[in-house]
């Protein structure tokens, strides 16, 4: 079946621009996982849904991150007035969270360039 | 909160060779230590994974082993090959289904 996807797969954008990025996770995973990756860099934790609430949102980097999950599926990320330090790769990752499997599967990632 | 530390940051080993990668956590209610690899420009995937009631982990080329009196894990790759070149992260499950990534290992195998 399908993966994880992400679009758009690389976004440029001017300093002060608001962009959203979109996650399809995989049908049926309950979890979803937003992490930023800097060039040679780790797994930044940004949020976690849980369905469609988001019991951990201490890893936004500022209040002009936010994210949300409709109908247990579909997330989107939104940077606003973003700035040129957002510039980085943002990885989606779904899990089923069960007590059968933790994995998480992650997408290709969204690239943003804030210019 | 979990705090997951992963060493070293860089590794390079001749092909043939073992490769371990160790990292520590915090969380004594940590319960799942997968680990992902991370080829250049792709996205993270697992390769092993190990739950806080087992000690040890084999497949094929890859073992991870865990020691929860002092909360740590090692990966260990041995007869190691150009292809296992990749970045490495360890990582953490807490109570509350949140993951806690190490900061991750470059390893290079040199044929």
């Known amino acids: 079946g399908a993966g994880v996807s992400q679009s758009p797969s690389n976004k440029v954008t001017e300093k002060g621009k608001d962009v959203e990025l979109r996650c399809d996770p995989i049908?049926?995973?309950?979890?979803l996982y937003w992490y930023r990756q800097s060039l040679g860099q780790g797994l930044e934790f940004l949020i976690y849904?849980?369905?469609?609430?988001?019991?951990?949102k201490s890893g936004l980097p500022s209040d002009r991150f936010s994210a949300e999950r409709t109908g247990g599926s579909v997330s989107t990320l939104t940077i606003q007035r973003t700035q040129q330090e957002d510039s980085a790769v943002y990885l989606c990752?779904?899990?089923?969270?069960?007590?059968?499997?933790?994995?998480?599967?992650f997408g290709p990632g969204t690239r943003l360039t804030v210019t | 909160g979990e705090n997951v530390e992963q060493h070293p940051s860089t590794l390079s080993v001749q092909e043939g060779d073992s490769a371990v990668i160790k990292c520590t956590y915090s969380?004594?209610?940590?319960?799942?230590f997968p680990w992902y690899k991370q080829e250049l420009g792709k996205r993270p995937q697992l390769i092993i994974d190990?739950?806080?009631?087992?000690g040890e982990k084999k497949d094929q080329r890859i073992a991870v082993t865990l020691n929860k009196t002092a909360k740590h894990f090692s990966l260990h790759i041995t007869e190691t090959q150009p292809e296992d070149s990749a970045v490495y992260f360890c990582?953490?499950?807490?109570?509350?289904?949140?993951?806690?990534f190490g900061t991750g290992t470059s390893l290079t195998v040199i044929p």
């Open positions: 049908s049926g995973h309950t979890a």
């Open positions: 990752a779904s899990s089923l969270m069960g007590l059968s499997s933790y994995e998480q599967y």
């Open positions: 849904f849980q369905g469609n609430s988001a019991p951990d």
């Open positions: 990582a953490a499950i807490d109570t509350g289904n949140q993951f806690y």
């Open positions: 190990i739950r806080s009631n087992v």
């Open positions: 969380d004594s209610a940590s319960n799942y």
